[in-house]
């Protein structure tokens, strides 16, 4: 425990950083091949991808989906806790090791909304959408927040300064605490999570993600299109549904 605490910060944004990769429309391309080519499919390690863009169109409008799981992406992710307890739904083809309160003192950082979120939900469950809330009702939501995460720190930090072990200390502090995890995955299974987890007008099948966790997968897409830019075509070509 530090002599002095850390103050606590405030924080609307999230930050997606790809930490290593192994990722490439190429390996869509080999793997695909090795049905019809056997052992020459090694030719097309080295062949340039654009000749081959019609298969990967193909694949992903017939949802031959194998050939997008030989690659593999890790990304280092510091979001709210309550991001993580959606995004670890997602199982098939990912690993997760995320920053633990029982191992190290946790930070005082916090997510409060920005101004453009939309705070106001209206209709009922399966028929509802989000608006814009008031000047005040950001202003409450604002100062509500502040105020818990500032009590519940204090109550954390005077926990670790009796003694108390951090992982019963940690009890007491909120979903809206900022948190660090690797998550590492393919294509293929990105895509079903990009698939969920972002609104885009030319989804097939609509989505209506919370909006914390679809800032995550914005940056992840951004990231993976430039890696894959076929792959991520013919995604977006294809309803971005995951083949």
Same mark, same amino acid.
């Given at each position: @425990?530090? *002599? $002095?605490?850390?103050? /606590?910060?405030?924080?609307?944004? %999230?930050?997606?950083?790809?930490?290593?990769?192994?990722?490439?429309?190429?390996? %869509?391309?080999?793997? !695909?091949?090795? &049905?019809?080519?056997?052992?020459?499919?090694? #030719?097309?390690?080295?062949?340039?991808?654009?000749?081959?863009?019609?298969?990967?169109?193909?694949?992903?409008?017939?949802?031959?989906?194998?050939?997008? #799981?030989?690659?593999? @992406?890790?990304?280092?992710? &510091?979001?709210?806790?309550?991001?993580?307890?959606?995004?670890?739904?997602?199982?098939?083809?990912?690993?997760?090791?995320?920053?633990?309160?029982?191992?190290?003192?946790?930070?005082?950082?916090?997510? %409060? /909304?920005? $101004?453009?979120?939309?705070?106001?939900?209206? +209709?009922?469950? +399966?028929?509802?959408?989000?608006?814009?809330?008031?000047?005040?009702?950001?202003?409450?939501?604002? +100062?509500?927040?502040? !105020?818990?995460?500032?009590?519940?720190? *204090?109550?954390?930090?005077?926990?670790?300064?009796? +003694? %108390?072990?951090? $992982?019963?200390?940690?009890?007491?502090?909120?979903?809206?605490?900022?948190?660090?995890?690797?998550?590492?995955?393919?294509?293929?299974?990105?895509?079903?999570?990009?698939?969920?987890?972002?609104?885009?007008?030319?989804?097939?099948?609509? &989505?209506? /993600?919370?909006?914390?966790?679809? @800032?995550?997968?914005?940056?992840? #897409?951004?990231?993976?299109?430039?890696?894959?830019?076929?792959?991520?075509?013919?995604?977006?070509?294809?309803?971005?549904?995951?083949?």
């Amino acid at each position: @425990m530090t *002599d $002095e605490p850390t103050a /606590p910060q405030f924080r609307s944004d %999230v930050t997606v950083e790809l930490v290593r990769s192994a990722a490439a429309d190429s390996d %869509v391309i080999w793997a !695909a091949r090795v &049905s019809t080519a056997g052992e020459q499919s090694l #030719e097309a390690l080295q062949q340039d991808p654009e000749k081959s863009k019609g298969l990967i169109n193909y694949l992903m409008r017939d949802r031959h989906g194998t050939p997008f #799981e030989h690659n593999s @992406m890790t990304f280092f992710i &510091s979001a709210p806790i309550f991001v993580f307890r959606e995004f670890h739904r997602h199982r098939s083809g990912w690993s997760y090791n995320e920053e633990s309160g029982r191992y190290r003192e946790l930070q005082p950082v916090f997510y %409060v /909304p920005a $101004e453009e979120r939309k705070l106001v939900q209206q +209709g009922r469950p +399966g028929r509802y959408e989000f608006v814009d809330g008031t000047p005040e009702q950001h202003e409450t939501v604002t +100062g509500a927040m502040e !105020a818990a995460y500032r009590e519940a720190y *204090d109550r954390y930090q005077e926990m670790l300064a009796a +003694g %108390v072990a951090r $992982e019963v200390a940690r009890a007491v502090l909120p979903v809206g605490l900022f948190s660090s995890m690797y998550a590492t995955c393919n294509s293929r299974s990105l895509m079903h999570f990009l698939s969920l987890r972002t609104k885009k007008e030319n989804a097939a099948v609509p &989505s209506f /993600p919370q909006r914390e966790i679809e @800032m995550v997968a914005e940056q992840m #897409e951004e990231q993976w299109a430039r890696l894959m830019p076929l792959t991520h075509a013919a995604f977006e070509k294809h309803g971005r549904v995951a083949p």
